[in-house]
């Protein structure tokens, strides 16, 4: 009776899966599918806990698993409670880890398991090379792969994004890392084929090799693409989790991965598109270690300071505003500070709108949760074609530590790395402000020609100081 | 090679699971706008936290002198939860700032 009841809950969360991301993905609903999600994932885990059973044997150990259950609750609710907005994209990359390294795991203890059953050694010889023990090798060997490779690959993003780590590449490491992955699969295969006397120490060969492999195909990638690579490593943990399900024939943990593995997959190609470049560009990397700074000619030229009082009477007097937010807006956690300087000018009478690149920050959608945290409204924010529409009818553009999302070289020079990335046109209106924290390159590290433009007029420091002093500058003005 | 074809007949309810699954994660998110491309990453990075159940089972099955299941069992749990709870509470907040906009609209 009990194992028919799961079987039931185990199809509602499948059910609730599906919705629950479907719901993800439109702005009105999204918040209710991930709780929609959530309430599926609870029924399953505790379904599993009190009505598993597999042929007679029901699950023991509840004390661990109530133990591990609450000490993983308490971490993660803590850290994602407390963790800041503009950490929130390495927060995501540890949490997949975390999920790679738990299907690892169990690929692990399954495979021990395997190796260790007494007589079952020798059964195991005899059906070594029958297609029921191939299949299950095959899946504890995918998942402890899949699943290393995640937990190592999100370990090195999380460094990445909070700074911790540089990018780091050598010649003829794409060659390295293919080798690389010839050389775990071809174990993988002999192992699975011939199954050795050895295979528990070729078993851990694997792993530490997926670990290595992990590591090394992610730290060449360049910083500003590690969305892109988290996004790609959680539809890889995804598949970890349907090798899990296709181990133990469960329904829930297949779907729920092969779900997270597809969309996954569309939702990293869907962001490649977002910067106009494609998956392989990303992977290979024209940004990571090429940092050749060909078209520096024409830009080594003078540009020009604007004072903070100037920046606030040009802002005062302005009819139409634009914001440009950014990274930097972010790292210096302005955007209460920049929401009260849009209240202080709406006041005065100018219209002040926020320009909104779709990749501006770090992840997309980063500068719309970001400025939502401050209360900003909706209608203020302006997608990146409505923003280009506006342009040759603002007066003054503020560039609050935005970098490449500006840079004409993405129109202009088909030798720059993002040569094609769609950009916002500030320099169609009529007066351009930019607050840097210095004249160093953005996170793509190439030069942007803008800042040497006439219109334009640079505001050092950091953004919520900066917003801080305009905002008194414009109300003694 | 029959043996190929019978393990496929064997497993034949899991992998119509997977080829079917493979086109509905696919439909299901083909048109969200950008704006929702990282909460969405990260509600789909919570889902796959179902592998939690894999380790439940791990664990409630490891004999209680096989002292190296129990270890990595706990771990896996302990890991698993973190992906589950971090991943949906995160998710979360960064959906709460969306619908706080909607209100102040």
């Known amino acids: 009776m009990e194992i028919n009841i799961l079987s039931f809950i185990y199809l509602l969360a499948s059910v609730t899966f599906i919705v629950g991301l479907k719901m993800l993905s439109h702005p009105t609903t999204a918040r209710k599918g991930n709780a929609v999600a959530a309430a599926g994932m609870t029924i399953a885990i505790f379904g599993t806990i009190f009505l598993y059973n597999d042929q007679g044997e029901t699950l023991g150990n509840y004390g661990w698993i109530f133990g591990g259950l609450a000490i993983g609750t308490i971490l993660g609710t803590l850290s994602a409670k407390r963790v800041k907005m503009t950490a929130m994209p390495e927060m995501v990359s540890l949490f997949n880890g975390m999920g790679g390294a738990c299907a690892a795991l169990i690929s692990i203890v399954e495979f021990d398991h395997l190796m260790h059953l007494d007589g079952m050694s020798g059964l195991l010889m005899v059906l070594a090379g029958s297609a029921a023990v191939q299949g299950f090798l095959l899946i504890i060997l995918l998942g402890l792969i899949i699943g290393s490779v995640s937990f190592a690959g999100s370990m090195v993003a999380w460094g990445k994004l909070n700074g911790s780590l540089r990018d780091f590449s050598f010649r003829g490491q794409q060659a390295f890392n293919i080798g690389l992955l010839l050389l775990i699969l071809g174990l993988a295969t002999y192992l699975i084929v011939a199954l050795p006397s050895n295979a528990l120490l070729l078993f851990y060969i694997i792993f530490g090799l997926s670990i290595l492999y992990g590591i090394f195909f992610v730290f060449p990638i360049g910083g500003a693409d590690m969305p892109v690579v988290i996004s790609l490593l959680n539809s890889f943990t995804g598949v970890a989790a349907a090798c899990g399900g296709f181990l133990y024939d469960n329904k829930v943990m297949l779907t729920g991965g092969i779900l997270v593995g597809a969309a996954g997959t569309l939702l990293t190609i869907l962001m490649c598109k977002a910067m106009n470049r494609s998956l392989t560009n990303v992977l290979i990397g024209a940004f990571g270690g090429n940092t050749a700074t060909a078209s520096a000619g024409p830009s080594q030229g003078a540009y020009k300071e604007i004072s903070l009082s100037d920046a606030a009477v040009v802002m005062s007097y302005a009819n139409k505003v634009m914001i440009v937010p950014g990274y930097g807006l972010a790292v210096a956690q302005a955007q209460h500070a920049c929401h009260e300087l849009e209240k202080i000018l709406s006041a005065k009478g100018v219209e002040v709108s926020y320009a909104i690149h779709p990749v501006a920050g770090r992840m997309p959608g980063h500068m719309n949760v970001l400025l939502a945290e401050a209360d900003v409204s909706y209608e203020k924010l302006l997608e990146m074609e409505q923003a280009n529409e506006e342009f040759s009818t603002t007066d003054v553009v503020l560039i609050l530590g935005a970098n490449d999302v500006v840079n004409p070289a993405a129109k202009s020079d088909p030798a720059s790395p993002i040569y094609g990335m769609p950009i916002l046109d500030v320099e169609l209106a009529k007066h351009v402000i930019v607050n840097k924290r210095s004249m160093k390159p953005g996170y793509a590290g190439i030069e942007n020609d803008l800042f040497f433009r006439p219109k334009t007029s640079m505001l050092f420091g950091d953004a919520k100081k900066v917003l801080q002093d305009l905002i008194s500058e414009v109300k003694n003005s | ?105």
């Open chain 2, 1 to 105: 090679m029959s043996s190929v074809f019978n393990w496929i007949h064997e497993h034949q309810a899991m992998i119509y699971i997977v080829v079917l699954m493979i086109f509905v994660g696919i439909e299901v998110i083909g048109s969200v706008p950008s704006v929702l491309h990282t909460p969405l990453m990260s509600g789909a990075n919570a889902i796959h936290g179902v592998v939690i159940i894999g380790a439940i089972i791990v664990m409630g099955k490891a004999e209680t002198d096989n002292y190296l299941a129990l270890a990595l069992g706990f771990l896996a749990v302990v890991l698993g939860t973190l992906n589950v709870v971090g991943g949906f509470v995160v998710t979360d907040r960064m959906l709460e700032m969306f619908s706080k906009k909607k209100k102040s609209s």
